[in-house]
T-cell receptor
Framework: QKEVEQNSGPLSVPEGAIASLNCTYS??????FFWYRQYSGKSPELIMS????GDKEDGRFTAQLNKASQYVSLLIRDSQPSDSATYLC???????????FGKGTLLTVNP | GAGVSQTPSNKVTEKGKYVELRCDPI?????LYWYRQSLGQGPEFLIY????????DSGLPNDRFFAVRPEGSVSTLKIQRTERGDSAVYLC??????????????FGPGTRLTVL
């Protein structure tokens, strides 16, 4: 069974710190990876997508992909209390459409 | 533009009843997906439509679940003889083209189904 694994947390960081969220995947055929943010009781909201090895930066967010190690990460710089949410990592597998999600990591940013 | 919309936002039903959940994708998106999210879990894939046809229904848990997209836009997920284990949030997503490395799925607000 193709899996995406995340530390469930909770991960707690002070305001202004860097939050580091990690994810590993088992399907070597996966080409696309996504980080979604999910506030309690709300639907997943796309934060970042990454397809190539290396880093991709968008504002305070940096996604990192290492296909050899089957590892994806999300760094949030200058964390804000409004970043407090569950972060879901997802891979598209070899299908390029069927997303497999991890269980999510709960992030709490303390003022 | 408008995002993915889903109705109802909440649905409470009794065991054994039939329910329909509706999804209206982003205008112009040809691909539509249904996922189910249980408490404390990530969303799990149910079915994928490309246009009017179900291209992959491998995630439907059993034959009580069925989905349609007759005109290639709005989709309805239908659950017969509901069971308490069907209680979850049902999420709909749409994407512009369907399978592709850069194709991105956008999620609707979900329907929270509770089976008593």
């Amino acid at each position: 069974q193709k899996e995406v694994e995340q530390n469930s947390g909770p991960l707690s960081v002070p305001e202004g710190a860097i939050a580091s969220l990690n994810c590993t995947y088992s399907d070597r055929g996966s080409q696309s990876f996504f980080w979604y943010r999910q506030y309690s009781g709300k639907s997943p909201e796309l934060i970042m997508s990454i397809y190539s090895n290396g880093d991709k930066e968008d504002g305070r967010f940096t996604a990192q992909l290492n296909k050899a190690s089957q590892y994806v990460s999300l760094l949030i710089r200058d964390s804000q209390p409004s970043d407090s949410a569950t972060y879901l990592c997802a891979g598209s597998g070899g299908s390029n459409y069927k997303l497999t999600f991890g269980k999510g990591t709960l992030l709490t940013v303390n003022p | 533009g408008a995002g993915v919309s889903q109705t109802p936002s909440n649905k409470v039903t009794e065991k054994g009843k039939y329910v329909e959940l509706r999804c209206d994708p982003i205008s112009g998106h040809t691909a539509l997906y249904w996922y189910r999210q249980s408490l404390g879990q990530g969303p799990e894939f149910l079915i994928y439509f490309q246009g009017t046809g179900a291209a992959d229904d491998s995630g439907l848990p059993n034959d009580r679940f069925f989905a349609v997209r007759p005109e290639g836009s709005v989709s309805t997920l239908k659950i017969q003889r509901t069971e308490r284990g069907d209680s979850a949030v049902y999420l709909c997503a749409s994407s512009l083209t369907g399978p592709g490395v850069t194709d991105t799925q956008y999620f609707g607000p979900g329907t929270r189904l509770t089976v008593l």
